[in-house]
């Protein structure tokens, strides 16, 4: 029914009387909102407030993908990966540039964590509970007590962890390359915008 935006930057451009956004009245996301409404048409923009809320300042913004001829449609308003780089590098050049904000990574192979591999891996940190005679005698009869169920959810995280370790090595050496590249782009850019 609507697409909602996440409109921030990092918490180093926001600090207040010295950062380089002033992020309410006519500053970051007053640009980010006007982008948005000529990106999608004004009367599609049903709702974007600023949230102080934590310690980055950020907007959420709510977009109605109705097209022209009243279809809600998604796929015409965003596109695949492609037409999402392009509205994010357009986004970059003529909101975050001229603040000398930092483009994120274009091509990233960075990949979201599931909700149930985190939670496996914030359990496996965890001490294994103590498992009595009493747990592997109700186990016997099929009965799972409350310290047999946190020992199995134990060992499953553990083995995810272990089958995702491979993975996890690659992708922090792929990403660390990345973050050399940008720090180095980042410090030659704040040369320039200093």
């Not at 002033?22 to 004004?42: C, E, N, S, V």
């Not at 009493?134 to 959810?153: P, S």
């Not at 720090?183 to 704040?190: F, I, M, N, Y």
Request: charged share 30%.
């Amino acid at each position: 029914m609507a697409i909602e935006y996440l409109v921030t930057a990092s918490p180093e451009d926001f600090k207040r009387h010295g950062g380089r956004l002033d992020d309410t009245g006519d500053g970051y996301f007053a640009d980010a909102l006007k982008w948005l409404q000529a990106k999608h048409g004004r009367m599609n923009v049903i709702s974007a407030t600023i949230h102080l809320d934590e310690s980055t300042p950020h907007m959420i913004a709510y977009v109605v993908p109705m097209t022209a001829d009243k279809r809600l449609s998604c796929r015409d308003f965003l596109g695949g990966p492609e037409k999402l780089r392009a509205m994010q590098t357009d986004f970059h050049a003529k909101i975050g540039a001229p603040r000398c904000l930092e483009r994120g990574v274009e091509g990233s192979k960075a990949k979201h964590e599931t909700m149930s591999s985190f939670y496996a891996t914030m359990t496996a940190a965890n001490e294994a509970p103590a498992l009595k005679p009493k747990d592997y005698a109700a186990a016997a009869m099929g009965i799972k007590t409350e310290a047999w169920r946190q020992a199995e959810d134990l060992a499953k995280a553990n083995a995810v962890r272990a089958a995702r370790e491979p993975k996890t090595k690659k992708s922090t050496w792929a990403k660390a390359k990345a973050v050399k590249k940008q720090a180095d782009a980042l410090e030659k850019k704040q040369r320039i915008c200093a």
